[in-house]
């Protein structure tokens, strides 16, 4: 198996408790990784929680590692995929100079390009929120950049796998 | 199916209810448990539940250990020689703290035990309350499964599920946090025991495909070796496994864990493989062409050097635990499974074989060892006193009857190496952890879950100090344990490293010690001290006929080594005798 180091898209089915982050986090932590994204949401199930985690090691680390969490007793299920395998998306927010908006015509037509959605606008400040591809909103970050962000956050990835996890028959096939 | 499934639960809710205290509720599930000891020490944030043990004394025997660590080792011992789960309680923040070394040791080498501390009130949670630790959160790396508990109503499921979960599957360790308010708390009361848990499959189901695979390697070996572990022990699969050794006639080998499952005695147990095991197991790892691992898991201490470890053969891995496949070694055929419906579902795919040609070979690196190594340790000719003619003595008097609970280091070593056995789960030692302290309070709790059996700790004068308090449980409970420390004045196996790699470099290993047989006449236990060879026999048969606990100290020779040894990092056939 490759021991080149790529970026995987873990996402993790699990009931809804308390202490279950912990308890996944500490997986990667005890193997010294650095998790690079987390999100927690409702999934597809009632009251199953998923978990989308995006981490860099090698394959065979990775195999290694679904198999940690999986064995969590609260872990419903695990999967990892690579880039290729998903339809992912990430969101971010800028906080921004209202003035900037009426002076600077480049940030109309940056606003445009982008796709960015302008989320409130107040005497003081605007909101522009762009969700898309890492790439995107980087690219996004270093045009603004140059006229100062009050203040930036970007969320967690979540993605989709374009090929179906069976987990809907698992539990399916539990409550029979 | 859901029909019946709602019938079930209309049953459940038209049982008759209770109003009891969570307190109570906490007896009462481990009743409905089967639990007839547990081991620990009271504090204020446990205080209810012990005014509630005070009530249920008749039915439930609740044992005062000296330290809550030796509450956690004494569950060990008790859950490791019973196959039932083990429970040790303790009070919140230090009480709690105390017990993390004997959980990461239960939850390394997965031992079935259920550990209850009480917490502070829910409503002085996260305040730094006194004794308020975040035990949940220090507990979740090293535990199964944990969980706290807010309000009393929560107390039957979650003890239904923590005892489920313990003892399922690859057993481990469980911890039950509960406030003090939800001890207090009042509420109706009914129990009902886990079933299942819907994110937890605690038993793959064998696939009979692999099986078939497995047995088509096995039969076209010619040179098949097996390892097995401790998962022929926790799957009670012993006649399975010696059934199948004996029909395909393949040498078998154990890790330290495993030991005991077949007896000593039996012509196809080869010895213990990995650091300080046997020899021939070691060396013709590295020859074999099938290697048939059961219920073990290549821990480093057992394989060495990976890249070096059965390069050659093929590797078949029968495990109940998913992520112990290719987790270290790379297997060719993997059987997922309780090893008890795997080995009886591989034995008629088997041919009958013998295979008196590669067993010979283990035979004759037998010879070599004996003649390099355990001639020297079990029959000295030099005037000190050696570990394993201590060993040698309590088999004579054991008849491999005994269970011996061993510490952690040089005599360990000695012990897993030289002990007799021909009853399973007679060895209890820390493997995975290596948690010096640990045979003392095992012992106990060993002992008491098998009153009729002899229980023999042999623990090192390191060690032994780390949990000597516990003479107090033995005196107090005046359970009939031997206790046997091999006493070389040195913390031995680090020695033992620092004479080898670190040119002798004793840094903080040579060890002033206390008069152990006046400490033991202390705790009124009967003690004696042996420096000699001409007493060793007579003391050792001395404490194997004493209906009471007994001490004996072996003063031995201060600098004697372990070996086989394979050096850290070394491949397992570059395993040293000298």
């Not at chain 2, 038209?14 to 089967?34: H, M, T, Y």
């Not at chain 2, 076209?220 to 399975?240: D, R």
């Not at chain 2, 004793?506 to 002033?512: L, Q």
Request: charged share 25%; with cysteine; aromatic share 8%.
């Amino acid at each position: 198996m490759s021991k080149e180091i790529k970026q995987f898209t873990v996402s993790v089915y699990t009931e809804n408790n308390i202490g279950l982050l912990n308890r996944i986090s500490a997986i990667f932590q005890r193997r010294h990784i650095n998790i690079e994204s987390i999100n927690s949401s409702a999934s597809e199930i009632e009251g199953v929680t998923r978990w989308t985690i995006l981490v860099n090691m090698t394959e065979e680390q990775m195999k290694k590692i679904i198999g940690q969490i999986e064995k969590q007793v609260e872990v419903i299920k695990a999967y990892y995929h690579t880039e290729e395998e998903t339809i992912y998306q990430e969101s971010c927010l800028f906080k921004i100079k209202s003035d900037l908006l009426f002076e600077e015509r480049q940030i109309q037509n940056i606003i445009k390009e982008s796709n960015a959605r302008i989320v409130t606008v107040n005497k003081k400040f605007f909101v522009l929120e762009k969700s898309g591809r890492k790439n995107e909103i980087e690219l996004l970050h270093r045009e603004l950049s140059a006229f100062g962000i009050m203040q930036f956050v970007r969320s967690g990835r979540i993605a989709v796998t374009k090929d179906e996890m069976k987990i809907t028959e698992m539990l399916a096939a539990f409550n029979k | 199916m859901k029909e019946t499934l709602n019938i079930k639960q209309k049953q459940y809710l038209e049982q008759p209810k209770e109003r009891i205290s969570g307190s109570e509720a906490i007896v009462r599930c481990l009743l409905a448990e089967g639990v007839d000891v547990l081991y620990g020490y009271p504090g204020g944030a446990i205080m209810p539940v012990y005014d509630e043990l005070y009530k249920y004394q008749d039915k439930i025997n609740h044992v005062l250990t000296r330290h809550e660590q030796g509450a956690t080792h004494s569950a060990q011992g008790y859950a490791r020689i019973s196959g039932k789960v083990g429970v040790a309680m303790a009070t919140s923040g230090p009480g709690a703290t105390n017990l993390i070394t004997g959980i990461a040791d239960a939850q390394i080498d997965s031992t079935p035990i259920v550990c209850i501390t009480g917490q502070v009130t829910s409503h002085l949670l996260g305040s730094d309350a006194f004794q308020e630790t975040d035990i949940v959160g220090i507990s979740t790396p090293v535990t199964k499964w944990n969980h706290q508990i807010t309000k009393a109503s929560e107390i039957p499921e979650v003890m239904a599920k923590a005892f489920y979960i313990a003892k399922s599957g690859r057993p481990g360790p469980v911890l039950v946090d509960i406030t003090k308010d939800a001890q207090f708390e009042e509420f109706d009361f009914q129990y009902k025991k886990c079933e299942g848990i819907r994110s937890y499959n605690p038993v793959p189901k064998v696939d009979d495909f692999k099986l078939k695979e497995a047995a088509d390697l096995i039969n076209n070996a010619k040179k098949p070796m097996i390892v097995w572990g401790q998962g022929v022990i926790l799957g009670k699969a012993e006649e399975e496994l010696k059934a199948v050794i004996e029909k395909a006639g393949i040498p078998s080998a154990w890790t330290i864990l495993g030991a005991s499952a077949i007896p000593t005695s039996h012509p196809l147990n080869i010895g213990m493989v990995g650091m300080h095991g046997n020899y021939a197991p070691n060396v013709l790892t590295n020859e074999c062409d099938v290697l048939i691992a059961i219920g073990m898991r290549f821990d480093d201490r057992v394989t060495g050097n990976l890249d070096k470890y059965a390069k050659q053969a093929k590797i078949i891995h029968f495990e109940i635990d998913p992520a112990e496949v290719d987790k270290n070694v790379k297997t060719d055929i993997a059987i997922l499974g309780d090893s008890k419906e795997s080995l009886s579902k591989l034995l008629p795919l088997l041919k009958a074989n013998s295979h008196q040609e590669w067993l010979q070979n283990f035979k004759d690196l037998y010879a070599v060892e004996f003649e390099k190594v355990i001639k020297n340790d079990l029959h000295p000719t030099k005037e000190s006193l050696t570990m394993g003619e201590v060993l040698h003595q309590i088999n004579i008097q054991s008849k491999g009857k005994a269970a011996i609970v061993s510490d952690v280091g040089q005599h360990q070593m000695i012990a897993c190496r030289y002990a007799e056995f021909n009853t399973s789960k007679s060895n209890i030692t820390s493997g995975g952890l290596g948690t010096m302290g640990f045979a003392l309070p095992a012992a106990i709790g060993a002992k008491m879950a098998a009153p009729e059996r002899e229980v023999v700790a042999v623990i090192g004068d390191g060690g032994y100090q780390m949990t000597i308090q516990e003479l107090g449980t033995i005196f107090q409970t005046k359970v009939p344990v031997k206790i046997v420390v091999l006493n070389n004045e040195f913390l031995g196996m680090v020695r033992q490293w620092q004479q080898l790699f670190f040119d002798k470099r004793y840094a903080s290993t040579e060890m002033t010690n206390p008069d152990f047989v006046a400490i033991a006449k202390g705790y009124y236990v009967d003690a004696k001290r042996v420096t000699k060879r001409e007493e060793l026999a007579s003391a050792v048969e001395e404490m194997m006929q004493s209906k009471d606990a007994y001490f004996l100290e072996v003063c031995i020779e201060k600098e004697d080594n372990v070996f086989p040894m394979v050096p850290s990092g070394a491949s397992v056939s570059d395993i040293r005798l000298e």
